[in-house]
């Protein structure tokens, strides 16, 4: 005979957990954008919402990826590597003291489309002006550090 609230097969002593209150689904959406000012920010995009014909008449602030931003990093040591950022696109990366000067491949251009997720649980971890970020770019391109080859 099955036990209460257990499955078929499982041991006894295991249990169901539910999740606490605060945790909670959420409804996320994802939206096309077209990207407007690339350099101005550290850790977020201004873009405008985009249908593929017509763009929005407001500005959206969208968070960078967690691994292209630059507050978490700069100055920084990641996996025995040491992060400094030399401008808003640049940073140099020194391990076992080679240093590499690297670039966003491929880099945000005015213009670029790119979808934002709104709706993240416990936000995007960004603020501008003490104000949250709301969205967050999905990075569907792919876009990464690597070594600038100019």
Same mark, same amino acid.
């Given at each position: ?5 257990? =499955?078929?097969?499982? @041991?006894?002593?295991? $249990? ?8 909670? /689904? ?5 939206? @096309?954008? $077209? ?5 101005? =920010? !550290? %850790?977020?995009? &201004?873009? $405008?919402?985009? #249908?593929?014909?017509?763009?929005? #008449?407001? %500005? /959206?602030? &969208?968070?960078? !990826?967690?691994?292209?931003? @630059? *507050? ?9 590597? *040491?992060?400094? =950022?030399?401008?808003?696109?640049? $940073? ?8 590499? #000067?690297? &670039? /966003?491949? !491929?880099?945000?251009?005015?213009? #670029? ?8 649980? %416990?936000? *995007?971890? &960004? ?24």
């Amino acid at each position: 005979m099955r036990a209460r609230g257990s =499955f078929a097969g499982a @041991r006894t002593g295991y $249990r169901l957990v539910r999740a606490a209150k605060h945790q909670s /689904v959420s409804a996320m959406s994802i939206h @096309r954008m $077209r990207v407007k000012n690339t350099s101005d =920010f !550290p %850790d977020h995009l &201004v873009c $405008r919402t985009w #249908d593929g014909t017509t763009e929005g #008449d407001t %500005d /959206v602030l &969208v968070a960078k !990826p967690y691994l292209l931003r @630059r *507050t978490p990093f700069d100055g920084q040591e990641r996996g025995g590597a *040491t992060i400094v =950022f030399t401008s808003m696109k640049t $940073r140099t990366l020194t391990l076992d003291g080679d240093t590499e #000067d690297q &670039v /966003v491949i !491929p880099p945000y251009l005015l213009n #670029d489309e790119i979808n934002a997720a709104l709706g993240i649980v %416990d936000g *995007t971890g &960004v603020e501008h002006l003490g104000e949250p970020v709301r969205y967050l770019d999905l990075n569907v391109d792919g876009r990464e550090w690597m070594k600038d080859a100019g």
